[in-house]
């Protein structure tokens, strides 16, 4: 049997929201020392616990990558946290694809007026390194991919009528 293995891994630029997000934990936690050192009570002690719990989850989870990978027709996609911690988030199966093409291309002209579950798994970028791939699955989703040269080729052998790389 031909197996084809390839994977991507896509850094996914920090929000506004995430970077306001880090920016409001640390000063609340400097806020939180200030008013331990004024006071010295134990309340103030447990409160900058509790910002500084908030702070790691917050650091932890605003630091994201996605990494693509495609074997034996099927697309999965992991969401990496703060290089720590990994979750499968989709899995997608290249015999339900409708359409799978560049976000500018003519091929998905007909797919525009229909209404599907917008997922993103793009770096979030305003110029990404790579092209932007849309993928039109037949259970109502559409999904962002930046595939690489290498990662699009492939799914155009496994399947020539459904990805377009133009």
């Known amino acids: ?19 306001a997000l880090r920016a409001g934990c640390i000063a609340l936690i400097v806020l939180a020392v200030l008013f331990y050192l004024m006071t010295a009570s134990s309340v103030a002690l447990f409160v900058i616990i509790i910002f500084g719990i908030a702070t790691w989850f917050a650091f932890r989870y ?3 990558e996605y990494e ?3 074997v034996d027709r099927e697309i999965s996609v992991d969401r990496i946290a703060n290089k720590t911690s ?9 015999g339900k694809v409708e359409i799978i093409a560049p976000e500018k291309s003519v ?29 039109y699955y037949n259970t ?16 155009y052998r496994a399947a020539p009528n459904k990805v377009f790389l133009n």
């Open 86 to 94: 990994r979750r499968r988030v989709a899995v997608y199966d290249l």
């Open 1 to 19: 049997m031909n197996e084809t293995y390839v994977e991507w891994l896509v850094d996914r630029k920090m929000t506004g929201k995430g970077k």
């Open 68 to 70: 693509y990978s495609y």
């Open 107 to 135: 091929h998905l002209d007909g797919f525009k007026h229909k209404q599907y579950k917008k997922v993103d798994y793009t770096g979030n970028s305003k110029e990404p390194q790579n092209p932007i791939f849309i993928m």
């Open 140 to 155: 109502g989703v559409q999904a962002y991919f930046e595939l690489n040269d290498e990662f699009a080729n492939a799914l």
């Open 62 to 64: 605003t630091k994201i």
